[in-house]
Each structure stands twice: as C-alpha cells, then as structure tokens.
C-alpha cells in the first residue's frame, strides 16, 4: 500500500530536517570559536540532500531483469555533511590568548544571518513533513474502517 | 452480470483509491525533497489512468497474427510527469511548497470521497446479502 510508504517518505524528510538543524546550531554556537591557525579554525558544516531512489527491478518476458524508468524516489537522504567553502576571517588582536605571532586570530566562516535563515527554513519544513504524516495517517485509518 | 461480484460491484472506486494512495506518495517525496538541489517535482496524470482504466474494457486491443507482432493495446500512459513550475528556484529545484500542499489537501479529500463510495458499495452489498 503507498500510504504506508508516505511515512517513509515524509520521515526521511523530518529527518534530513532534524540534521539540517542540527549542522545550523553547530554553526552558531561555534561562531566565535576563534582559533590562532586557519587549520585548526571551525568551518561551517552544511548537509548534502539528495533524492533517495529506490532500485526498482522487473523481470521482463525473457526472463531477464530490467530497471523500471519513469519511478518516483522514496524520500531524501543525507548524503554527507560537507564544509563549507568560504574564506575564514581574520582579525588582528594582539591581545587575544589565541592571538599567532603576527598578532592575528582566526574566526570560523559562519554567517549567522544565513544561519538564521537556514533555521527558520528547515523548522518550516519539518512542520510540513509532519503535516504529510499527519493527513496520510488520517488517510489510512479511514481504510482500516472500510466496511464498518 | 447477474449474481453479485466484487469486480462489477465495486466499480472504479477501488481502483481510484489506489491512485489516490500512490499520488500521495509522490507529493509526499516532492514535499520530503522541497531542499533538494536540482530536485524536479513530479506527479501522475490522474485523469488519464482514470480514463484508461474505464476504457480497459472496451479498450481495442491489437491481435497478434504472425510470429513476430508485438501485442500492444490502447492502455493511457501513466507514467509519472514532472510539474511546470510557477517560478523555479536558482538551484533548479522546482518543488513549490504551497502548491504541493494544495494539491495534497486535495488529493486527501478525493481518497475520502473515493473511500465514501466504496464503503457504501459494501453496505450496499451487506444489505443485499442479509436480505432483511
């Protein structure tokens, strides 16, 4: 029955949310994580999504197996948390305790406004899988009362 | 037809009622990947399976009369198809999160509608059967 893959679906969305949310509050409580190399400095850590496919396979009349073309995807997995690209930021304070000998220290490249956005974005997204969730389980009971 | 059955009896409600369940499995991976990049939202052509399966019957099927026809028949394709998206985002995901809901929403009142029928079909059946 599809319904009961609606669950599937619809968790694997809350839980590449859950992740998501996870990677922003990282980010925003290492945002003044300053360190005094750019190796040892934190970078913002983003998810990967894609769309999960499942392998669908038939056997045609000769007997030989075939992939189904034209199939939906079950849901989205993570598929790596990556970091992220952008220049850190340096500032000169020669009075920091992590302060190099030039008297620089290193700030992770965490933007907190994208940060922000990125959680509001995610908690939004998670309601709404739960929403899916919510409507197909009414859905489903419904059936169970066929006949009733 | 007759004496009662099931294949008659029910109609295309039964039938309806698993598109229904299958659509709302691909809305739900449209919503599930609306932060995908490159994610393209697809959906099924609900009037077309409806309309091929009321035609199964009477549906003109090719006869095979040499070795080496391929048997075919009038069947609507129902195959999945991707959404024209109102605006598209700059990553190429074309999931429009309200559209999908909507459509959802609705697709959830049609499987309500369609489960109606059906459960009045087997009253109307029970009813029949008692014979009180």
């Given at each position: ?17 859950s ?14 994580s ?8 934190y ?22 197996f ?83 | 037809?007759?004496?009662i ?43 077309a ?5 009321s ?11 040499q070795?080496?026809h ?11 198809l ?7 985002a ?43």
């Open positions: 029955m599809s319904l009961s893959n609606v669950f599937d679906i619809a968790g694997s969305g809350m839980n590449a949310q992740i998501r949310l996870n990677t922003t509050a990282s980010n925003i409580a290492n945002a003044e300053a360190s005094s190399s750019v190796e040892e400095t970078r913002a850590r983003k998810p990967w999504f894609a769309v999960m496919q499942q392998e669908f396979t038939s056997v045609n009349e000769r007997g030989q075939q992939r189904l073309e034209g199939q939906t995807g079950v849901g989205v997995q993570v598929l790596d948390i990556v970091e992220k690209d952008a220049p850190l930021k340096p500032k000169f304070q020669p009075d920091h305790p992590m302060a190099n000998e030039d008297g620089y220290v290193y700030y992770p490249n965490v933007n907190v406004v994208e940060e922000m956005t990125d959680m509001m974005s995610s908690s939004r997204s998670y309601q709404m899988n739960v929403e899916v969730m919510k409507t197909a389980k009414q859905m489903l009971q419904r059936t169970l009362s066929l006949g009733q | 037809m007759g004496a059955n099931f294949n008659n009896g029910l109609g295309i409600h039964d039938n309806a009622l698993l598109v229904r369940a299958k659509r709302a499995e691909v809305l739900a991976n449209n919503m599930a990947n609306a932060d995908t990049p490159g994610f393209k939202a697809r959906d099924i052509n609900f009037r399976i409806l309309a091929a399966e035609q199964k019957e009477s549906s003109l099927s090719l006869q095979v009369t070795q080496g391929i048997a075919g028949n009038s069947r609507g394709d129902d195959s999945l991707y959404r024209l998206p109102n605006q598209p700059i990553d190429g995901n074309t999931v429009e999160t309200q559209v999908e809901q909507a459509i959802y929403a609705r697709n959830a009142m049609s499987y309500n509608a369609s489960f109606e029928f059906l459960n009045s079909k087997f009253k109307g059946m029970r009813n029949a059967l008692r014979g009180e």
